[in-house]
């Protein structure tokens, strides 16, 4: 055997060894990564009443099927949030929340209530009614004239007043999103809305339904490919280095 094939059989396994480090990284991070608690666990089991069991209550809003979550806030058949778009942008009053008046037998909504500035707001500004419900517009008597109008024409009190066109009553028979507006107060954000029913546009609040999120790489798993790396780098570089300056093992006969 001579110094060359001492040098080749060293050589082959170097390389060997390092390519068998590299492939068993992916093995090792994944059994460390399952030992070490990473898959997902919790009591967040889905019942067949709709509701959300286990450990996701937050602010006492436990999402039930009939789509109300916490504090009155109305979401719908489906539980979510009704797509007001922009509608709300320059509405003072409105803090994001629809108040549930479905189940009440007289649903009401004032005209006048302070807000933007004045007596020019509806209160509440969003309301959640059952389909076939009559709303009831009062007036308070307070920053008069005023008038309800439904922006796409579904309904109208007629010419502003005070408490001589009190009250307005409106019947909901399609469930929607119906928005409306006092017109002489339109520009300081006199404005509300009923949401009607369950069938109606949702606002996308990014939850996702439990879908896959961004995979994500453990750190336990790039700490081994880095290892790895330089493993495979230094068995290279020791390779490099044997074969140029290897030491003389003298001269063997081969076997």
């Not at 460390?32 to 967040?44: A, I, K, N, S, V």
């Not at 005209?111 to 500004?125: K, L, Q």
């Not at 005023?146 to 309904?155: P, Q, R, Y």
């Not at 119906?178 to 954000?189: E, I, M, N, T, V």
Request: net charge negative; hydrophobic share 35%.
């Amino acid at each position: 055997m001579t110094r060359e094939t001492t040098r080749r059989r060293f050589v082959t396994g170097a390389v060997g060894a390092g390519a068998a480090g590299v492939a068993t990284a992916p093995a090792a991070a994944q059994e460390t990564e399952t030992d070490g608690g990473g898959t997902p666990t919790g009591g967040g089991t889905a019942t067949g009443d709709g509701t959300a069991a286990g450990g996701g209550t937050a602010g006492g809003g436990t999402a039930a099927g009939d789509g109300t979550a916490g504090g009155g806030t109305a979401g719908g058949g489906g539980g979510g949030q009704p797509d007001f778009g922009t509608f709300f942008e320059d509405v003072d009053n409105y803090d994001g929340s629809v108040a549930d008046l479905r189940g009440e037998g007289e649903p009401a909504v004032q005209v006048g209530t302070e807000a933007n500035g004045g007596a020019f707001g509806f209160g509440p500004p969003a309301v959640h009614v059952e389909n076939g419900a009559t709303v009831t517009w009062t007036w308070t008597g307070a920053g008069c004239p005023h008038n309800v109008v439904a922006d796409e024409g579904a309904f109208d009190s007629g010419e502003a007043g005070c408490e001589e066109v009190s009250p307005f009553e409106f019947t909901f028979e399609e469930d929607g999103i119906y928005r409306y507006h006092c017109a002489p107060h339109l520009q300081l954000g006199m404005k509300g809305a009923v949401v009607v029913g369950t069938d109606y546009p949702m606002a996308d609040t990014g939850g996702g339904g439990g879908g896959p999120g961004i995979p994500t790489v453990p750190d336990t798993a790039l700490t081994l490919g880095v290892a790895a790396g330089f493993a495979m780098a230094a068995t290279l570089g020791l390779t490099y280095l044997f074969i140029k300056y290897g030491g003389d093992f003298g001269e063997f006969d081969e076997a």
